[in-house]
């Protein structure tokens, strides 16, 4: 028999956080135990959702958030995992959650340098079905005036654009557990949790999104909301000229293995503001902002409803929503056009 040519030289989650600090000879290593802590948020939660069926976590928690989601049992038990998991980091000085109400200020940890904005499930309406669902995520360095035990920070600090974010990234509780991260001006990364070990190996290095692909993502139930030049858009998707072949239909209603997808085949993904939700649906710090990133840096584009690149748009508010379309650069463009087309 052949043996197995086993790689004794993989590249953990720690081990390329430990390289990438080393590239920066100025770091404090601050940012890497903050990575530590969200790294065992991701675990703790993708271990709890596959046990959720034998361990009654499936269905409701009997509240509601404040964007106005029925809160999941996991929302609640998602949301209070990775809140310990910041607070215990000691690096994290403010948390936004969309399963909060209000900014949390760790008060605790008057000198920690970071901001980090979550989802800590999103696609909770899948959860009961056993359909993917993941964990988004922002890290924001907040400015030196914000810290320090005579400094008072403000709620207010965390209203940033997803341009001043220096990490951000996702996961997907899939076949198997993917962790998807970059860092500001960097390059996405992939990994794959490998259970026995307890590890994220890196498994897809330098993603780069495909520049074009005829697959479109869109919760078409919406149709009748949308506007004029939405319908149009996704007309010329499905009807295309005499010859060519109609874009394939995928959508999941999880928008991080929406987005996962995308990512690795190419594509668009889009939830626009409509006559039912004006403002759009999905968030703009803890939804929009770290995938536009995401999506930037491995080649696509990301814009609201208006065009606007979607890393630029500060929101007034913790929870204020954004029409997004994030995809493939050839994409992007058809929709950037199509709008213009109407204007
Ligand atoms: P969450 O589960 O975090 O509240 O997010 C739900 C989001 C997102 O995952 C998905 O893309 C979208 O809502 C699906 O919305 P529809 O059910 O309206 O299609
Ligand atoms: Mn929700
Ligand atoms: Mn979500
Ligand atoms: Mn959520």
């Given at each position: 028999v052949q043996q197995e040519k086993v790689n004794t030289d993989i590249v953990t989650l720690t081990r390329f956080l430990t390289e990438e600090q080393a590239k920066h000879p100025e770091a404090t290593g601050d940012f890497t135990l903050l990575c530590h802590a969200l790294q065992f948020a991701f675990k703790s939660i993708a271990y709890y959702i596959r046990r959720a069926t034998l361990i009654n976590l499936t269905g409701l928690a009997g509240s509601s958030n404040t964007t106005g989601d029925d809160q999941k049992k996991l929302d609640v038990i998602g949301n209070d995992v990775f809140v310990s998991a910041m607070r215990g980091s000691g690096k994290c000085r403010i948390l936004v959650s969309e399963e909060e109400e209000d900014a949390i200020l760790f008060?605790?940890?008057?000198?920690?340098r970071y901001g980090v904005v979550c989802d800590p499930i999103d696609g909770s309406s899948n959860l009961d079905a056993g359909v993917s669902v993941g964990t988004i995520f922002g890290v924001f360095k907040l400015p030196?005036?914000?810290?320090?035990?005579e400094n008072t920070i403000s709620p207010?600090?965390?209203?940033?654009?997803?341009?001043?974010?220096?990490a951000s990234g996702f996961t997907m509780y899939g076949a198997s557990a993917q962790l998807v991260i970059t860092m500001r001006g960097g390059s996405v990364n992939g990994f794959t949790m490998d259970n026995a070990l307890g590890e994220f190996i890196?498994?897809?290095?330098d993603m780069r999104l495909p520049s074009k692909r005829a697959i479109y993502s869109v919760n078409e139930g919406n149709t009748m909301y949308w506007d004029e030049w939405v319908k149009a858009y996704l007309d010329k998707l499905k009807f295309p000229p005499e010859g060519e072949k109609p874009y394939s239909s995928r959508y999941i209603g999880s928008m991080v293995a929406d987005a996962y997808r995308t990512l690795l085949y190419g594509g668009i993904f889009a939830y626009p503001s409509d006559k039912k939700s004006p403002k759009g649906k999905?968030?703009?710090?803890?939804?929009?902002a770290p995938m536009a990133m995401v999506f930037e840096n491995a080649g696509g584009l990301a814009v609201d409803s208006r065009m606007e690149r979607l890393l630029s748009v500060v929101p007034a508010h913790i929870h204020d929503r954004s029409g997004v379309f994030l995809g493939s650069k050839d994409e992007v463009q058809k929709v950037i056009d199509t709008y213009n087309e109407f204007q």
């Amino acid at each position: 028999v052949q043996q197995e040519k086993v790689n004794t030289d993989i590249v953990t989650l720690t081990r390329f956080l430990t390289e990438e600090q080393a590239k920066h000879p100025e770091a404090t290593g601050d940012f890497t135990l903050l990575c530590h802590a969200l790294q065992f948020a991701f675990k703790s939660i993708a271990y709890y959702i596959r046990r959720a069926t034998l361990i009654n976590l499936t269905g409701l928690a009997g509240s509601s958030n404040t964007t106005g989601d029925d809160q999941k049992k996991l929302d609640v038990i998602g949301n209070d995992v990775f809140v310990s998991a910041m607070r215990g980091s000691g690096k994290c000085r403010i948390l936004v959650s969309e399963e909060e109400e209000d900014a949390i200020l760790f008060n605790e940890s008057p000198n920690a340098r970071y901001g980090v904005v979550c989802d800590p499930i999103d696609g909770s309406s899948n959860l009961d079905a056993g359909v993917s669902v993941g964990t988004i995520f922002g890290v924001f360095k907040l400015p030196g005036s914000v810290l320090g035990p005579e400094n008072t920070i403000s709620p207010n600090d965390i209203l940033l654009p997803g341009t001043e974010l220096v990490a951000s990234g996702f996961t997907m509780y899939g076949a198997s557990a993917q962790l998807v991260i970059t860092m500001r001006g960097g390059s996405v990364n992939g990994f794959t949790m490998d259970n026995a070990l307890g590890e994220f190996i890196l498994t897809h290095p330098d993603m780069r999104l495909p520049s074009k692909r005829a697959i479109y993502s869109v919760n078409e139930g919406n149709t009748m909301y949308w506007d004029e030049w939405v319908k149009a858009y996704l007309d010329k998707l499905k009807f295309p000229p005499e010859g060519e072949k109609p874009y394939s239909s995928r959508y999941i209603g999880s928008m991080v293995a929406d987005a996962y997808r995308t990512l690795l085949y190419g594509g668009i993904f889009a939830y626009p503001s409509d006559k039912k939700s004006p403002k759009g649906k999905l968030r703009i710090l803890y939804e929009c902002a770290p995938m536009a990133m995401v999506f930037e840096n491995a080649g696509g584009l990301a814009v609201d409803s208006r065009m606007e690149r979607l890393l630029s748009v500060v929101p007034a508010h913790i929870h204020d929503r954004s029409g997004v379309f994030l995809g493939s650069k050839d994409e992007v463009q058809k929709v950037i056009d199509t709008y213009n087309e109407f204007q």
